[in-house]
């Protein structure tokens, strides 16, 4: 295998690999809910996707067949990540009162659909 | 006739591709069995799907992806700079509302969805009737720019493509 | 030097599990722990794919995509009983 390729996808492992312990970082380290859920949506998702090309850069230059499947779990996980995300802050905001006393106005005539009676 | 056999177009071919990348093997014979499939799945379950969002403008879509992935790359760089060389207690984080000019239910989801995706920002909430996103910022000096931004670089963009 | 790479990544994820594992143990808030299992799940899909470098298989492909979507359901599952109390209405 040339000696480019074999660079760029040893480079692609270890960012990938990077990013992901600074997401996990984020989780351990970070002092608040709210501010944990940044580590994980952004940094695992990109560190997941940049490893996955490098997996299939690597099937492709090394065994000669194209595998699409990293492909599929890639647009799959950016397509999850946001709405995991947005269900457990919506589960936090729902469970601390905390939370709630922070929440900016709507800027409507009604609330927050978590918090609203009638939303969901 | 046509829209009664076919209720989704763009899902019938989502599904055929869909199953010929799981079955990891591009032929014929994989490609009619996902057309197949991609007919006859909206139409066992079309009760359930009974909006049909338009899209106006495909090409935008293109430009809108390339942002997003650029943004991606570019707030994670950021992010990853305020978790490892930040005290967490000393970010300024806040929330921020964000009102909508957006009125469909599927612009208003990859609205979401792309706030979170991108620098610094993640969407705990929307307002009960839609009109409000509840928006959460990591390290935020300015607010307004922020809500801005979203605005600017998301929205109209979105609101040429699905209204 | 890709076997290298992999196996210093392996050691680098191994870390990200364990703060993981110390987010699920500490808590504070049943939502702390949902969050850091699903980005232990995450981590775990990483962590096949990069065994399937390593081994030159495509054999595991169908476990991390299997794992992405139960990953997926179970996070969306618990966060909506959390919120109303039961899962299917």
């Known amino acids: 295998m040339p000696f480019l390729s074999e660079v760029l996808i040893a480079s692609l492992i270890l960012i990938g690999a990077f990013f992901l312990f600074v997401g996990s970082l984020g989780l351990a380290k970070l002092p608040d809910l709210m501010r944990r859920l940044h580590g994980p949506t952004k940094a695992t998702t990109l560190g ?9 850069l690597y099937f492709l230059l090394v065994g000669g067949h194209f595998s ?10 950016f397509l999850t990540a946001p709405v995991s995300a947005h269900m457990i802050a919506k589960a936090h905001i729902l469970r601390s009162r905390r939370e709630r006393s922070a929440l900016p106005v709507t800027g409507g005539k009604v609330g927050w659909a978590t918090l609203d009676e009638n939303g969901s | 006739m046509l829209t009664r056999l076919v209720p989704h177009p763009l899902l019938t071919l989502l599904i055929a591709v869909v199953w010929v990348l799981l079955n990891n093997d591009v032929s014929i014979a994989q490609a009619v069995i996902g057309l197949v499939l991609g007919l006859l799945i909206p139409k066992a379950t079309s009760a359930y799907w009974p909006g049909r969002p338009r899209m106006r403008a495909p090409l935008v879509v293109i430009e809108y992806l390339l942002i997003v992935l650029w943004d991606i790359v570019v707030s994670n760089v950021q992010v990853a ?7 967490g207690d000393r970010l300024r984080t806040r929330y921020i509302s964000v009102p ?13 969805g792309t706030i979170t995706m991108t620098p610094g920002t993640v969407t705990a909430d929307v307002s009960a009737d839609g009109c409000a996103l509840l928006v959460h910022c990591l390290e935020t000096d300015d607010p307004e720019a922020t809500i801005a931004r979203i605005k600017t670089r998301y929205e109209q963009r979105l609101k040429r493509i699905f209204e | 030097m890709i076997a290298t790479a992999c196996t210093i990544a392996l050691g680098v994820i191994g870390v990200a599990q364990l703060m993981n594992l110390y987010r699920l143990a500490v808590g504070p808030d049943v939502t702390d722990r949902v969050l850091a299992l699903d980005t232990m799940v995450i981590n775990a899909i990483a962590l096949i794919v990069l065994v399937g470098i390593l081994y030159g298989t495509t054999m595991y492909f169908e476990a991390a995509l299997l794992f992405a979507m139960v990953g997926f359901v179970t996070t969306v599952a618990f966060c909506k009983y ?5 899962v299917i209405e």
């Open chain 1, 48 to 56: 997941i996707g940049s490893m996955l090309v490098a997996s299939m």
């Open chain 3, 82 to 86: 959390l919120l109303r109390g039961n």
């Open chain 2, 100 to 112: 909508l000019v957006l009125t469909t239910p599927e612009a208003i989801t990859v609205l979401a």
């Open chain 1, 68 to 77: 699409v499947h990293e492909l599929l779990i890639t647009i799959f996980l």
């Open chain 2, 81 to 87: 700079y305020l978790i490892l060389f930040r005290r």
